[in-house]
């Protein structure tokens, strides 16, 4: 029977400080260039262990963009 190879896994550098505590002001639905960085390019929200924010801002965040996207300020879904 073949053995299976393990492929090793990249590691991804996640910052270590949070973007909102850095900058000192909360996710705000109208301000749409801040929560792009934290959108991926198919339009799903980045995880918090990716994005390095901290679980107070992420929960903001969340629905800051969700809000973005029912007043038509983001998309759902990026189409290509």
């Known amino acids: 029977m073949a053995e ?3 492929i090793p896994k990249k590691k991804i550098t996640v ?3 949070c973007f909102f505590c850095v900058e000192k002001k909360m996710p705000w639905y ?3 260039a801040s929560l792009q ?3 991926t390019d198919r339009g799903k929200i980045v995880v918090r262990t990716r ?3 901290c679980a107070k801002h992420q929960r903001r965040l969340t629905t800051a963009i969700k809000n973005a996207r029912h007043l038509a300020l983001m998309p759902f879904v990026n189409r290509d």
């Open 37 to 39: 960085k934290f959108v």
């Open 15 to 17: 910052p270590k400080t």
């Open 51 to 53: 994005s390095g924010i």
């Open 30 to 32: 109208s301000d749409v």
């Open 4 to 6: 299976k190879r393990r």
